[in-house]
């Protein structure tokens, strides 16, 4: 540990990947805010890990700060970019979002390539092939994420850990600047949460990219986070810089 | 006459049983619910004022097609809402007008086309219209077909990715708007949805594979509108009112049986 506990929101760092300021979230149709004042900033070249209860508020501060949720009071800064600014969806653009349903129905049949290409469509205008580096990225993930053997594979038949995993690897073949995960682990065997854990810190050091892992279970997690995030009931309780 | 009504239904059906394909994937029912029922309204506006129920129908669907692809970016949590405010209005607005119309025109062919449909209503102007909507709609497909796939595997994880999912919703809904208005002439604007929902909640329900829903959706609209049209020259029935209950319960006819194979299959298995 290197910072110990801190105030809530306080994480050293000049070039920050996220930023709350006073965040309040609701949903639609509902009175009660499912995030309440939430400050907080998390510098790049950092993996947050962003624990709590159910019902703490997780998956809603993922969101948040992708900009899919508008927060009502607050504002949300993604890469320097206001989340309710229009240029928030070139923002995205540079980030990837493992989201917790991930689990494909057997009737899906895009491939495990196809998959992870899609990753790439983003950035693609209308006709436009995939390249060959590109190609040669995709390989290179799913080696990475162990689903190189899988890649002619229908989605909606795999197992949900290969699912998961697929998941994953779509999200680093964007070479993003910031990722966020939100339960990658909860289908995965125990080996195989230690090896992704261990890819995403690697990618996070190699590319000076940003990571916020929402998870349960933080056993896997919390050796390679730079940041933990404590939530409960909709309230950061705690920020622990390690 | 008999020609061009047929190729119409049949083109029409296919061309909106596949838009309802993507329409019930990205979760959009509601939205196209809403779409159809203002076409229904700007039909019976037309009929009201004297003019061309197709354009008049158009006209009114496509402003609601892009004013749902705006909000959707805006409020996607509340669109449901949105839409079912939306929906009441536009009834109200179709029966109002209808209801200013000459009393006359209930029992005439002008109404019956905004009502239960007319195979009467169907020209060659309009016949090529709707080829022309079905062409823009598989260029659409050719161009974007990344783009679309990617937003139909997993609408949110797009959108977190910087996709313009709002456009594309737009773009479908358009397109929606576009081929109801001209099957609204056939079908009538009550029955029209049927065209974009029934033959694709079938093949979803078959459970089949994307590429089997893709070939069975158009080949079932287009044998339960041909039994439609026959049914409703031989027994005397408004089309629409034909083609919207033999497209019904030939899907019914359709689970049923593949229900008795799958659970004989099961049996047999142990």
């Known amino acids: 540990m290197r910072g110990g506990n801190r105030a809530p929101g306080t994480i050293r760092g000049n070039s920050y990947a996220v930023k709350l300021t006073k965040v309040w979230v609701r949903y639609s149709g509902s009175g009660k805010p499912a995030i309440k004042d939430v400050t907080l900033t998390l510098p790049k070249r950092c993996v947050a890990l962003v624990t709590g209860p159910n019902g703490a508020g997780k998956t809603t501060l993922v969101e948040t700060c992708l900009g899919l949720l508008k927060p009502y009071r607050g504002m949300v800064e993604l890469l320097g970019v206001n989340t309710r600014s229009k240029s928030i969806a070139s923002v995205r653009k540079l980030c990837s979002y493992v989201p917790q349903d991930f689990m494909k129905p057997p009737h899906v049949t895009y491939s495990v390539k196809q998959v992870i290409a899609m990753g790439l469509t983003s950035a693609k205008a209308v006709f436009e092939p995939i390249t060959e580096s590109e190609e040669a990225r995709i390989a290179e993930v799913a080696e990475l994420l162990g689903v190189e053997d899988l890649l002619d594979k229908p989605i909606g038949k795999l197992s949900g850990g290969q699912q998961q995993r697929v998941f994953v690897a779509r999200a680093l073949v964007r070479n993003p600047q910031a990722l966020f995960l939100d339960e990658p682990f909860s289908s995965v065997d125990a080996d195989s949460r230690y090896r992704i854990a261990e890819v995403l810190r690697e990618y996070v050091d190699k590319a000076g990219a940003f990571a916020m892992v929402v998870s349960h279970d933080t056993r896997p997690v919390e050796p390679i986070s730079d940041v933990i995030v404590e939530l409960d009931n909709g309230v950061v309780k705690g920020v622990r810089e390690k | ?270």
């Open chain 2, 1 to 270: 006459m008999i020609f061009e009504a047929v190729v119409s239904s049949v083109v029409g059906a296919c061309l909106c049983g596949l838009l309802g394909f993507y329409v019930s994937r990205l979760g959009l029912s509601t939205l196209a619910f809403t779409v159809a029922h203002a076409a229904l309204a700007g039909a019976a506006v037309a009929l009201m004022l004297g003019l061309d129920m197709t354009y008049s129908a158009m006209i009114f669907s496509i402003i609601t097609a892009v004013t749902l692809g705006l909000l959707y970016d805006r409020l996607p949590h509340a669109m449901d809402s949105v839409c079912m405010v939306l929906f009441s209005f536009f009834n109200a607005v179709a029966l109002l007008a209808i209801y200013y119309s000459n009393a006359v025109v209930l029992a005439t062919a002008s109404v019956s086309a905004v009502l239960w449909g007319s195979v009467l209503a169907v020209t060659k102007e309009k016949l090529i219209m709707l080829a022309g909507i079905a062409a823009v709609f598989t260029l659409y497909l050719i161009a974007c077909r990344k783009h679309v796939d990617t937003i139909l595997f997993d609408k949110r994880v797009a959108e977190a990715e910087g996709m313009n999912v709002a456009l594309h919703i737009t773009a479908l809904l358009v397109l929606a708007s576009l081929s109801l208005s001209m099957m609204l002439r056939i079908v009538g604007g009550f029955l029209v949805f049927t065209l974009l929902y029934v033959p694709t909640a079938l093949a979803s329900s078959l459970q089949l594979s994307m590429k089997g829903q893709y070939v069975t959706i158009p080949a079932f609209a287009t044998l339960s509108t041909l039994a439609g049209l026959g049914a409703s020259f031989t027994l005397d029935l408004p089309v629409g009112v034909s083609i919207a209950l033999t497209t019904v319960v030939t899907a019914a006819a359709v689970k049923a049986v593949a229900a008795v194979i799958e659970r004989s299959r099961m049996l047999k298995e142990g």
